[in-house]
């Protein structure tokens, strides 16, 4: 078999998975080559972003199998070999991502004319791409695999469940949906005070300046002592164009529109201002968090990875991950089912009061879905010999010489 990685054109794929089946492979395995000159009848490892047209091309007329490596931030396998016709010459795929079961998905949106939030359905694939991927799947020809830490984390003790504060933590970038995810959290009771968006770094001269904040907004942040304050959005604002129609394009933009969204849902702005001004956490605060609170939550764009490295760390740790009923379109490595290694709310109730409720599990349920889902990480996430666990190394060798 060989791995075939040059120029390491993605790094998280490089060092978490091709590095580590190299380690694997040559403690317990044979082998693996890195060139594929001439290579002929054999199985080639590739990141599906080199598998253009010509490259399949070239490795199927030389006898070759091929087993592609798919990462793209999100639940579609890479652009280049997307389409059915392309991806069906490949003989398998890994995808950093749980796998689409379903054509279809629940967006949440913003609607105009109620000003309020609500659910859109939207289709995955084109009919032809999807007949292509679902039959993939189902014949063992497209498999999940977890998105793991980069890094060794830190070990924490969990806390049992009587010993845990009952709500819900949220961190992460400032993303529009996660933040509208918030929001009604908070106007339940159930959102941790630790939750929210490091805002920060975006206000200072670190930053990228294309990531930066306008500058009014920033010299309001020195202004205020380093306070992300209530404001009215100006021209110069990030994104000053916010649509409500695309809430993805608000991600990571001046929190001044932040504050907009909350007051156009009904929120007083003052009383949230906690939110976008969360102070930052180091990994080993952020799991001991984890330790002593019941449930973390999330909410991304449709069609994302559902089950990232924020649910493997709340696994570690005992702490259930409460996610949008989404997650079930989806089939993961390691298994991963609803009600048995994560609790779901459905994203039609973010504003209804049956939100609560999705975050009142019992003692008995709590303890049952964090201990199923520890056992998930401590089989398949947690690291040992080598970066990346090495029952997953395992698992993905035995997989590609099922068919090669
Ligand atoms: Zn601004």
Redesign the pocket.
């Given at each position: 078999m060989i791995i075939y990685d040059p120029n390491r054109g993605h790094e998280y794929l490089s060092r978490m998975f091709f590095d580590q089946l190299h380690a694997y492979a040559n403690r317990y395995d044979k082998p693996f080559s890195t060139s594929i000159d001439g290579v002929k009848n054999d199985t080639v490892l590739i990141n599906a972003d080199l598998l253009t047209p010509e490259m399949i091309d070239r490795l199927k007329n030389g006898g070759n199998k091929i087993v592609g490596f798919s990462i793209t931030d999100s639940s579609y396998i890479s652009q280049v070999c997307r389409s059915g016709k392309q991806m069906e010459k490949v003989d398998m795929f890994f995808a950093v991502t749980g796998i689409q079961t379903t054509n279809h998905g629940q967006e949440i949106v913003f609607n105009k004319e109620t000003n309020g939030i609500t659910t859109e359905d939207r289709r995955f694939l084109p009919d032809e791409d999807w007949a292509v991927f679902d039959k993939m799947r189902a014949t063992g020809r497209l498999h999940s695999l977890p998105y793991i830490s980069w890094d060794r984390p830190p070990d924490v003790s969990p806390r049992p469940y009587n010993q845990r504060s009952q709500k819900a933590l949220v961190r992460g970038g400032h993303h529009m949906r996660r933040f509208i995810l918030c929001l009604f959290l908070h106007k339940a009771g159930k959102l941790d005070i630790n939750s929210g968006f490091h805002t920060a770094p975006y206000f200072g001269p670190t930053m990228n300046p294309q990531f930066k904040?306008?500058e009014?907004?920033c010299n309001s942040f020195e202004w205020h002592h380093g306070q992300a304050v209530v404001r009215e959005?100006?021209s110069?604002?990030?994104f000053k164009d916010a649509s409500y129609e695309d809430l993805g394009a608000w991600n990571n933009k001046?929190p001044?529109m932040f504050y907009r969204m909350a007051q156009t849902l009904g929120f007083d702005p003052y009383g949230i201002q906690y939110l976008l001004n969360a102070r930052w956490i180091s990994d080993h605060e952020y799991r001991d968090m984890l330790a002593r609170i019941s449930y973390t939550t999330d909410l991304k764009w449709l069609f994302s990875i559902y089950a990232a490295q924020r649910f493997w760390d709340a696994a570690s740790a005992g702490c259930v991950n409460v996610l949008p009923s989404r997650t079930m379109d989806q089939e993961y490595f390691p298994i991963l089912n609803c009600e048995e290694h994560y609790a779901f709310y459905r994203e039609s109730s973010i504003i209804s009061e049956d939100l609560s409720r999705d975050f009142e599990l019992s003692d008995y349920w709590h303890n049952s879905i964090s201990r199923n889902a520890r056992e998930q990480y401590d089989e398949w996430i947690r690291p040992g010999e080598f970066a990346t666990n090495t029952n997953l190394l395992r698992h993905i060798i035995d997989t590609i010489r099922k068919v090669t």
């Open positions: 904040y306008c009014k907004c959005p100006v110069e604002c990030t001046c001044a």
